[in-house]
């Protein structure tokens, strides 16, 4: 051990050297030489980092065309004290150690433009840091994202969502349900619907939450001359379970009556009957979309009939 | 079983193929991989669950590939990044396609196609409990149809604050589709093809100053319904019993719609301590429909039936949202934040149809408040709570002819929220949240007027490799002018272990909803009583194993399992093992055998065994 340590502080001490001496001129040259001194001990680092979009950077051609100076005190802040202590965490800003709002603001530095609502997203105020998803050392994908601990049976679905599933288990369960939306099929991922860096949005009645399943469902989110109130009001939740259901078309209830009586309790009397002795004309078992056919909302028709 | 014996034949000459052919290095800058093989099936049972379910065929075709570029030195390179990804092609019901090329700083080109079948042949009630004339025969739509999604975005760093972004996109589902209609009542069954189609295009430009940002987008949609419905033949209807019948129907309802939305959004960061975001978007939409129908035949009564009538409905919306977002920083660990939104709608519909003519009027307005505080109580401990409010007004007229109704509804809604994180020294990772509203006039009566929401979860990594995670989900939602409750527990478990050869996972969840009202239905004089009881209770186990025995071997299994109680039971049963060996430096040959067992009580049960022979290449 003390020899290892030993050279740490050789490599450190030349390190240092080097840091002392280098001219501090061009922001790109000295994040080139920076590159070179990290590299030193944290060549793991740089090996998983692969030629990701951070090391893509650190070339002073990239610098020039983008007018950013990149290199690791980017992140890791002055990293003079640390060479010069031959390493160890407390001389630098290490991202494992830090509270995750100083983490998040070095990210968002450079990064709030293309997420301006982070902070104000759900997983911000749950405590996430950027670096809970994403790693800047990550090198086998676009976003940067970390790898997932997840069931086998998943690799071959996108990376976003194996992430997605390592906390949110619940619609992970759900789409394991025969009724589903094709995520496990790679048709769809979590980002398709969900904006992970989005502010949360307690609205609850906001009357246009089938905004985000119309991208998609289209031909059933209007508008219409005639529209379903509880469609336009609750949105597609108050009938369909959107993750997974055992019921078709992703209902709230197997049997369509149940789910139309739950909120419909006056109907004309001819559904009924005119007879008070002979049997109702409905039931539980009634496809009430037999005759209700257009039941999203209709352009002909009050009652949904065409 | 003959493109079974093509595709062994092809994996074979593949397997057989000198390895050295490619050359591999961590340093290439073309490294991919590419899997074909063939599949073989059989499915015993319910053919149509089956495809509804899995829609797999058997034969070769492309699993899986996958090409990254990337120049050894992107000094002066055009390109930093390109990555393209294939899967499905060959014939499975689900075909990805990606291609994205980027150079950081410069430019960043994604191209998308999803294609996606889709097949849906089922009944609610057996046959023999079918009822015509009580509509109880079931769900008679039969869709076999196919959805596409292409797009294209490109984002250009026109400058090192601004950038400006293109998106493409087109949408497309068309097939065959069946429906069953209540015609003089009597049940007849219709064709209704589907053919939609959805073109948009975004704009927008994003500039950054020091300490504040502007984004400005613009989108348009263009949307076209091909919806005709038209009856295949003259037909008696399902019920012979009665004189209805049709010898001709035709009903088109065709219509398109073009919208135009538009938004902007400031960011800024007055002083160290401040920062806000205040955006607008207005969407403005435009549509026209026309319909005509035409029958002809026999009344329910014997009487002869020939009608005809057509007309044009136009409807125009506009949607507004505007939005406020605060947040300031007390201490470095103390920050509130606060928001307010206001969200409107107003829509208005028109039609003539034959004799008649109506319209129908939607006016919404939401206006949100909302507060709160974060606290970093140590680098362990966070905790979020904030106080939210909420009110709407819903107003929606309609008139056709003499009939005309009107709708006022003014909800509030009042709640709070909880949040909190503990982070342990010792690796545990745990939460626990809470979020309670209460609802005053809610617009139906499945709506809530009380919700509470309770949720906990445990994660703990170890560094041997085997990680935990547990999760638990209290939902509790009533309405306490109806009666009306629907309450959802779900818990999940999960185990992991992974190590370099050893990869294992095992999972287990349980998801328990509720939801019932003693519903007295008013019909006129006649009043009836429906018990709604509806309880589900799914349980979902899965589990998977990977394990490379030598450099050259591996296996592995994957099962997944659940069974529901709701109205019906279902059973689902689907595990699958594996072999791999490798062959030479670059390939891989994989041997697969699948087995689903579905059953659905009273209704449908398929058992399917999948063969899938697959050769894997890697450069």
């Given at each position: 051990?003390?020899h290892?340590?030993?050279?740490?502080?050789v490599?450190?001490?030349?390190?240092?050297?080097?840091?002392?001496?280098?001219?501090?001129?061009?922001?790109?040259?000295?994040?080139?030489?920076?590159?070179r001194?990290c590299?030193?001990?944290?060549?793991?680092?740089?090996?998983?980092s692969?030629?990701?979009?951070?090391?893509?950077?650190?070339?002073?051609e990239?610098?020039?065309?983008?007018?950013?100076?990149i290199?690791?005190?980017?992140?890791?802040?002055?990293?003079?004290?640390?060479?010069?202590?031959?390493?160890?965490?407390?001389?630098?800003?290490?991202?494992r150690?830090?509270?995750?709002?100083?983490?998040?603001?070095?990210?968002?530095?450079?990064?709030?433009?293309s997420?301006?609502?982070?902070?104000?997203?759900p997983?911000?105020?749950a405590?996430?840091?950027?670096?809970s998803?994403?790693s800047?050392?990550?090198?086998?994908?676009?976003?940067?994202?970390?790898?997932?601990?997840?069931?086998?049976?998943?690799?071959?679905?996108?990376?976003s969502?194996?992430?997605?599933?390592?906390?949110?288990?619940?619609?992970?369960?759900?789409?394991?349900?025969?009724?589903?939306?094709?995520?496990?099929?790679?048709?769809?991922?979590?980002?398709?619907?969900?904006?992970?860096?989005?502010?949360?949005?307690?609205?609850?009645l906001?009357?246009?939450?089938?905004?985000?399943?119309?991208?998609?469902?289209?031909?059933?989110?209007?508008?219409?001359?005639f529209?379903?109130?509880?469609?336009r009001?609750?949105?597609?939740?108050?009938?369909?379970?959107?993750?997974?259901?055992?019921n078709?078309?992703?209902?709230?209830?197997?049997?369509?009556?149940?789910?139309?009586?739950?909120?419909?309790?006056?109907?004309?009397q001819?559904?009924?009957?005119?007879?008070?002795?002979?049997?109702?004309?409905?039931?539980?078992?009634?496809?009430?979309?037999?005759c209700?056919?257009?039941i999203?909302?209709?352009n002909?028709?009050?009652?949904?009939?065409? | 079983?003959?493109?079974?014996?093509?595709?062994?034949?092809?994996?074979?000459?593949?397997?057989?193929?000198?390895?050295?052919?490619?050359?591999?290095?961590?340093?290439?800058?073309?490294?991919?991989?590419?899997?074909?093989?063939?599949?073989?099936?059989?499915?015993?049972?319910t053919?149509?669950?089956?495809?509804?379910?899995?829609?797999?065929?058997?034969?070769?075709r492309?699993f899986?590939?996958?090409l990254?570029?990337?120049?050894?030195?992107?000094?002066?390179?055009?390109?930093?990044?390109?990555e393209?990804?294939?899967q499905?092609?060959?014939?499975e019901?689900?075909?990805?396609?990606?291609?994205?090329?980027r150079?950081?700083g410069?430019?960043?080109?994604?191209?998308?196609?999803?294609?996606?079948?889709?097949?849906?042949?089922?009944?609610?009630?057996?046959?023999?409990?079918?009822?015509?004339?009580?509509?109880?025969?079931?769900?008679?739509?039969?869709?076999?149809?196919?959805r596409?999604?292409?797009?294209a975005?490109?984002?250009?760093?026109?400058?090192?604050?601004?950038?400006?972004?293109?998106?493409?996109?087109?949408?497309?589902?068309t097939?065959?589709?069946?429906?069953?209609?209540?015609?003089?009542?009597?049940?007849?069954?219709?064709?209704?093809?589907?053919?939609?189609?959805?073109?948009?295009l975004t704009?927008?430009?994003?500039?950054a100053?020091?300490?504040?940002?502007?984004?400005?987008?613009?989108?348009?949609?263009?949307?076209r319904?091909?919806?005709?419905?038209v009856?295949?033949?003259?037909?008696?209807?399902?019920?012979?019993?009665?004189a209805?019948?049709?010898?001709?129907?035709?009903?088109?309802q065709?219509?398109?719609?073009?919208?135009?939305?538009?938004?902007?959004?400031?960011?800024?960061?007055?002083?160290?301590?401040?920062?806000l975001?205040?955006?607008?978007?207005?969407?403005?939409?435009?549509?026209?429909?026309?319909?005509?129908?035409?029958?002809l035949?026999?009344?329910?009564?014997?009487?002869?039936?020939?009608?005809a009538?057509?007309?044009p409905?136009?409807?125009?919306?506009d949607?507004?949202?505007?939005?406020?977002?605060v947040?300031?920083?007390?201490?470095e660990?103390?920050?509130?934040?606060?928001?307010?939104?206001?969200?409107?709608?107003?829509?208005?519909?028109?039609?003539?149809?034959?004799?008649?003519?109506?319209t129908?009027?939607?006016?919404?307005?939401?206006?949100?408040?909302?507060?709160?505080?974060?606290?970093?109580?140590?680098?362990?401990?966070?905790?979020a709570?904030g106080?939210?409010?909420?009110?709407?007004?819903?107003?929606?007229?309609?008139?056709?002819?003499?009939?005309?109704?009107?709708?006022?509804?003014?909800?509030?809604?009042?709640?709070?929220?909880?949040?909190?994180?503990?982070?342990?020294e010792?690796?545990?990772?745990?939460t626990?949240?809470?979020?309670?509203?209460?609802?005053?006039?809610?617009y139906?009566?499945?709506?809530?007027?009380d919700?509470?929401?309770?949720?906990?979860?445990?994660?703990?990594?170890?560094?041997?490799?085997?990680?935990f995670?547990?999760?638990?989900r209290?939902?509790?939602?009533?309405?306490?002018?109806?009666?009306?409750?629907?309450?959802?527990?779900?818990?999940?478990?999960?185990?992991?272990?992974?190590r370099?050869?050893?990869?294992?996972?095992?999972?287990?969840?349980?998801?328990?909803?509720?939801?019932s009202?003693?519903q007295?239905?008013?019909?006129?004089?006649?009043?009836?009583d429906?018990?709604?009881?509806?309880?589900?209770?799914?349980m979902?186990r899965?589990?998977?194993?990977?394990?490379?025995?030598?450099?050259?071997?591996?296996?592995?299994g994957?099962?997944?399992?659940?069974?529901?109680?709701?109205s019906v039971?279902?059973?689902?049963?689907?595990?699958?093992?594996?072999?791999?060996?490798?062959?030479?430096?670059?390939?891989?040959?994989a041997?697969?055998?699948?087995d689903?067992?579905?059953v659905?009580?009273?209704?449908?049960a398929?058992?399917?065994q999948?063969?899938?022979?697959v050769?894997?290449?890697?450069?």
């Amino acid at each position: 051990m003390s020899h290892d340590v030993g050279c740490y502080r050789v490599c450190a001490m030349l390190a240092l050297v080097f840091w002392t001496l280098a001219p501090a001129h061009a922001g790109a040259q000295a994040a080139a030489l920076t590159e070179r001194l990290c590299n030193a001990c944290h060549l793991d680092k740089f090996e998983a980092s692969g030629r990701n979009a951070h090391v893509a950077l650190f070339s002073p051609e990239s610098q020039q065309r983008t007018g950013h100076t990149i290199g690791c005190t980017n992140c890791h802040g002055d990293v003079s004290r640390h060479i010069g202590a031959g390493g160890g965490r407390g001389t630098v800003f290490a991202f494992r150690t830090e509270p995750v709002a100083e983490r998040n603001d070095v990210c968002l530095g450079c990064h709030r433009a293309s997420h301006p609502t982070f902070d104000r997203s759900p997983h911000a105020r749950a405590g996430l840091a950027c670096t809970s998803c994403h790693s800047q050392h990550a090198g086998g994908s676009t976003a940067l994202l970390r790898a997932p601990e997840i069931p086998q049976d998943l690799a071959a679905l996108g990376a976003s969502m194996r992430l997605c599933f390592d906390c949110h288990a619940a619609p992970f369960a759900e789409l394991a349900l025969n009724e589903h939306h094709r995520l496990r099929e790679g048709v769809l991922e979590c980002t398709s619907c969900h904006d992970p860096h989005a502010p949360a949005t307690r609205s609850l009645l906001g009357g246009f939450k089938q905004q985000q399943c119309a991208s998609c469902h289209t031909d059933k989110s209007g508008p219409f001359v005639f529209e379903h109130g509880a469609s336009r009001t609750e949105g597609c939740t108050a009938c369909h379970t959107p993750h997974g259901s055992p019921n078709r078309h992703l209902l709230a209830h197997q049997r369509v009556a149940e789910l139309c009586l739950t909120c419909h309790a006056a109907v004309p009397q001819f559904h009924a009957g005119f007879n008070a002795a002979a049997p109702p004309r409905f039931g539980l078992d009634t496809q009430c979309t037999s005759c209700h056919s257009a039941i999203h909302g209709s352009n002909f028709h009050p009652f949904f009939l065409r | 079983m003959t493109r079974f014996a093509a595709g062994v034949l092809l994996a074979t000459l593949l397997a057989a193929a000198p390895a050295a052919r490619a050359q591999p290095g961590a340093t290439s800058p073309l490294r991919g991989s590419a899997s074909v093989g063939t599949r073989s099936l059989e499915v015993d049972g319910t053919d149509a669950k089956f495809r509804e379910d899995l829609n797999l065929d058997a034969g070769p075709r492309l699993f899986d590939l996958r090409l990254r570029y990337e120049p050894e030195d992107t000094a002066g390179a055009a390109v930093d990044r390109l990555e393209l990804d294939a899967q499905g092609f060959g014939g499975e019901p689900f075909e990805n396609l990606r291609f994205a090329v980027r150079n950081f700083g410069r430019y960043r080109v994604a191209l998308n196609r999803h294609r996606s079948k889709f097949f849906y042949d089922d009944t609610i009630l057996p046959a023999a409990l079918a009822s015509v004339s009580g509509s109880t025969g079931g769900d008679f739509h039969r869709f076999d149809f196919e959805r596409t999604r292409t797009t294209a975005d490109v984002e250009i760093d026109v400058a090192p604050a601004t950038q400006l972004s293109l998106g493409l996109e087109r949408q497309t589902r068309t097939g065959a589709n069946t429906t069953t209609l209540t015609v003089e009542r009597d049940e007849f069954d219709f064709d209704r093809p589907l053919d939609e189609s959805l073109d948009g295009l975004t704009f927008g430009v994003r500039h950054a100053w020091r300490r504040a940002t502007l984004i400005v987008s613009e989108e348009l949609r263009d949307f076209r319904n091909t919806s005709e419905l038209v009856l295949p033949g003259a037909s008696p209807g399902r019920s012979l019993a009665d004189a209805a019948a049709l010898s001709f129907f035709t009903r088109d309802q065709s219509y398109d719609y073009a919208s135009r939305g538009h938004g902007l959004r400031v960011l800024a960061s007055p002083t160290a301590r401040v920062d806000l975001t205040a955006a607008w978007r207005r969407e403005d939409l435009e549509l026209d429909a026309y319909a005509s129908e035409q029958a002809l035949g026999t009344t329910f009564g014997g009487a002869p039936l020939a009608t005809a009538a057509e007309g044009p409905a136009t409807v125009d919306r506009d949607v507004e949202t505007a939005e406020l977002d605060v947040g300031f920083a007390v201490t470095e660990r103390v920050r509130l934040f606060g928001a307010a939104r206001r969200q409107t709608l107003e829509q208005r519909g028109d039609l003539v149809y034959g004799a008649d003519s109506g319209t129908g009027a939607w006016s919404l307005a939401t206006d949100g408040l909302e507060a709160g505080v974060e606290v970093a109580l140590g680098s362990a401990l966070t905790v979020a709570a904030g106080w939210s409010t909420e009110s709407r007004d819903a107003d929606y007229d309609w008139a056709l002819t003499a009939t005309a109704a009107q709708r006022r509804s003014d909800t509030d809604r009042n709640g709070y929220f909880a949040r909190l994180e503990l982070a342990t020294e010792s690796g545990w990772r745990l939460t626990a949240g809470i979020e309670d509203n209460d609802i005053a006039a809610p617009y139906t009566l499945a709506s809530p007027t009380d919700s509470r929401r309770y949720s906990a979860t445990a994660r703990r990594r170890w560094e041997n490799g085997l990680s935990f995670n547990a999760s638990y989900r209290n939902t509790d939602v009533a309405n306490d002018e109806s009666a009306w409750i629907a309450d959802t527990e779900h818990a999940d478990l999960r185990l992991s272990y992974r190590r370099e050869r050893l990869q294992a996972s095992a999972g287990y969840s349980r998801i328990d909803l509720a939801r019932s009202v003693d519903q007295r239905v008013a019909a006129g004089t006649r009043v009836l009583d429906f018990v709604i009881d509806y309880a589900t209770g799914a349980m979902l186990r899965d589990a998977s194993a990977r394990w490379q025995l030598s450099p050259r071997y591996a296996v592995g299994g994957e099962l997944r399992s659940y069974d529901t109680h709701g109205s019906v039971r279902v059973a689902h049963d689907d595990w699958r093992g594996y072999g791999e060996i490798a062959l030479g430096e670059n390939y891989a040959l994989a041997l697969a055998y699948r087995d689903i067992d579905y059953v659905e009580d009273a209704f449908d049960a398929y058992n399917a065994q999948v063969l899938e022979v697959v050769v894997r290449l890697d450069w």
